[in-house]
């Protein structure tokens, strides 16, 4: 199968991961493969990779792309789940974790798929290509839920008047395509953010991440991860928008802290002690060459983090 993606940071997340050869490390989306290929090629014949992805085209992709190695188990399955994965391989911890999160290029780039508001196909926006899709959101959610997913996902500040004008829409006729919905969407904000650029990436980021229930995954994702390394494992995390940027900021935040007793105690009662060390204080960004070869990389964040 051609799985056309680019993979973004590629040497930095896999450099961050610091690469133990008989460790056992886990590629939470797998995509195209890129990322897993790189870690597999370091791995000795001790160690081990397990590559996970719900979409059933990246797990026909990535089976062929890591094919020549023996080392390596690919399981079809949400990264959220990582823990019983685990357990049903009988891995009590591992040595390093890596996601990168967002939409593939494949993805966005296979119109029948219904990611893209520039091509027109059906409203689907499924990663895992099962369960609710965009089509049963748009047009059977409520005003007040749609306009709430659209301002909470996509920070849109016009959410209120796009809802109203999709359920206006939807009474007529149902929006099927996603070019029908970018219509509803361009007309639906004032002429003036028209001319600045496409107003529709707001939206239909939002929808997509209600779709797939991108944020609650990667909470529960992020914890199990964490808490299935080893001590001195890591942990590297690729973000595209800030919605994903802040959770996994705040999280990583959270297992650095140490003592959370008031500033007033004069002396720890707590005994909380900071489960990670950041190794990277601010997130590193692509580089202008990077930039230069892929315009989608722009917005990537990675974060890495260590398990005391």
Wanted: with cysteine; glycine share 6%; hydrophobic share 35%.
């Amino acid at each position: 199968m051609n799985f056309s993606h680019v993979s973004v940071l590629l040497n930095e997340s896999i450099d961050g991961l610091n690469i133990n050869p008989d460790g056992i490390y886990v590629d939470c989306t797998a995509g195209g493969g890129g990322h897993s290929y790189e870690i597999a090629k370091k791995l000795s014949e001790k160690g081990m990779l397990i590559a996970l992805d719900r979409d059933p085209d990246a797990i026909c992709a990535v089976s062929e792309r890591l094919s020549e190695f023996n080392n390596v188990r690919i399981v079809k399955s949400n990264f959220s789940d990582i823990r019983n994965i685990l357990d049903d391989l009988n891995i009590e911890l591992i040595d390093g974790v890596i996601m990168d999160l967002g939409v593939s290029s494949h993805q966005l780039d296979t119109a029948d798929r219904g990611f893209s508001y520039h091509t027109d196909a059906p409203l689907d926006m499924r990663m895992s290509q099962d369960g609710i899709s965009a089509f049963d959101i748009v047009n059977t959610f409520s005003e007040k839920e749609l306009a709430r997913i659209i301002f909470e996902y996509g920070e849109e500040k016009f959410s209120r008047r796009i809802a109203e004008n999709i359920v206006k829409q939807r009474e007529i006729s149902p929006v099927r395509t996603t070019l029908e919905l970018a219509e509803i969407v361009k007309n639906s904000v004032p002429q003036k953010v028209r001319r600045e650029k496409n107003p529709c990436k707001k939206t239909f980021q939002a929808i997509r991440i209600a779709v797939n229930g991108e944020l609650e995954h990667l909470s529960k994702g992020l914890d199990e991860a964490f808490f299935s390394l080893k001590s001195g494992g890591r942990m590297s995390v690729i973000t595209f928008h800030s919605l994903e940027d802040r959770l996994v900021k705040q999280r990583f935040a959270g297992w650095c802290k140490g003592c959370t007793c008031p500033p007033d105690f004069p002396q720890c009662v707590c005994g909380n002690k900071p489960k990670g060390i950041l190794v990277n204080r601010k997130p590193v960004e692509p580089s202008e060459a990077e930039l230069e070869k892929n315009n989608r990389s722009r917005s990537a964040k990675l974060r890495i983090i260590e398990r005391s």
